[in-house]
């Protein structure tokens, strides 16, 4: 089995950047997609951003612009650079790999604030 492990998360103010990181281990084969989704509360998780085994990405378009997804030298290792962040953007943010058979594995989440 994947087990899928977020960091990074923590209370930042208007303006400022985080950048989160997600490390996947157990059995991983090179053809996973990875992503990045977060839930506020009382809202419906999102997608935030995803990144094919191809290296194609996709974003959403409230954080186009300001959020990067990429993939480190470990292809099971995805970072999440959040930049000019907003109040809006205060959630849990929850990586999820999808494997070679179209499983999804999640992490538990990382919890980032926006506040002054």
């Known amino acids: 089995q994947v087990h899928v492990v977020e960091s990074g998360g923590g209370l930042v103010q208007p303006g400022g950047s985080l950048r989160l990181s997600c490390v996947a281990s157990?059995?991983?084969?090179?053809?996973?997609?990875m992503g990045w989704y977060r839930q506020a509360p009382g809202k419906q998780r999102e997608l935030v951003a995803r990144?094919?085994?191809?290296?194609?990405?996709n974003y959403a378009d409230s954080v186009k612009g300001r959020f990067t997804i990429s993939r480190g030298n470990a292809r099971s290792t995805v970072y999440l650079q959040m930049n000019s962040l907003k109040p809006e953007d205060t959630a849990v943010y929850l990586c999820v790999l999808t494997d070679w058979d179209k499983r999804d594995y999640w992490g538990q989440g990382t919890r980032v604030t926006v506040s002054s």
């Open positions: 157990g059995t991983i084969f090179s053809n996973n997609a």
């Open positions: 990144i094919t085994s191809g290296s194609s990405t």
